[in-house]
């Protein structure tokens, strides 16, 4: 597609729920990123795959994350046991090579995650 | 990854030029500066990169001190549209430059 498309735009849950955000990058994009925003702050990275594979996961605050990115496309983070203090804004990005030089990043519009 | 240091606000006219500072003084040979910015409930932006000279694009130009301490960011006449939080952000051109490393910005507001 034109841009990074991420679904849903908005998500609220209540707390202990599983939750799924989606990531549909440009096409033809090799590695894909997640982010998280809190109010105020900057981004935070998450995640980076490369292809299939997450090549770095160092990000992720614990092992209620997860993401996978199956068939080197779309990508999906799954958060399970949500806690209040998930509610964030987690964004995701492409690029066409995460690998040396200069690495332009585009990012989605971003899934707004609240938890009640 | 350097640490960058920004106001964290400024205010320019519509129609003037803004210039946004940063600072790098930690920034190593191989690391690039980028400029990001994000308008309000929209996701960051590319705006340019460089690594020691002058860039310009359609978007801003970016000025690189010679030493690479430093540097600023020009958006010749800025707009009401232009209102956002720029970021600076400084990125190593090896295996690791996947990582960005956001600070908390400048919030630039273009006043009518």
């Known amino acids: 597609g034109a841009g990074v498309s991420q679904t849903p735009s908005n998500k609220v849950t209540e707390k202990g729920k599983y939750v799924e955000l989606r990531c549909d990058p440009i096409s033809g994009h090799t590695a894909l990123y997640w982010y998280r925003q809190s109010l105020g702050q900057g981004p935070e990275f998450l995640i980076y795959?490369?292809?299939?594979?997450?090549?770095?996961d160092s990000g992720l605050p614990n092992d209620r994350f997860f993401a996978v990115r199956p068939e080197g496309s779309v990508s999906t983070l799954k958060i399970q046991r949500t806690e209040r203090g998930d509610s964030a804004v987690y964004l995701c990005a492409s690029s066409l090579d995460g690998g040396s030089g200069a690495n332009v990043l585009t990012f989605g519009a971003g899934s707004r995650l609240t938890v009640l | 990854d350097a640490k960058t240091t920004q106001p964290p606000s400024m205010d320019c006219a519509e129609g003037r030029a803004a210039n946004l500072p940063c600072n790098h003084s930690?920034?190593?040979?191989?690391?690039?500066v980028y400029w990001y910015r994000q308008i309000h409930s929209q996701g960051p932006q590319y705006i340019i990169h460089g690594l020691k000279n002058n860039e310009t694009n359609e978007m801003a130009s970016l000025i690189i001190t010679e030493d690479r301490k430093s540097s600023t960011l020009i958006l010749p006449h800025a707009t009401l549209r232009d209102t956002a939080v720029y970021y600076c952000?400084?990125?190593?051109?090896?295996?690791?430059?996947?990582?960005?490393?956001f600070g908390k910005g400048t919030l630039l507001t273009v006043n009518p």
């Open positions: 930690t920034i190593s040979g191989n690391e690039y």
């Open positions: 795959f490369q292809g299939t594979g997450a090549a770095d």
């Open positions: 952000i400084v990125q190593n051109s090896g295996g690791s430059n996947y990582k960005l490393t």
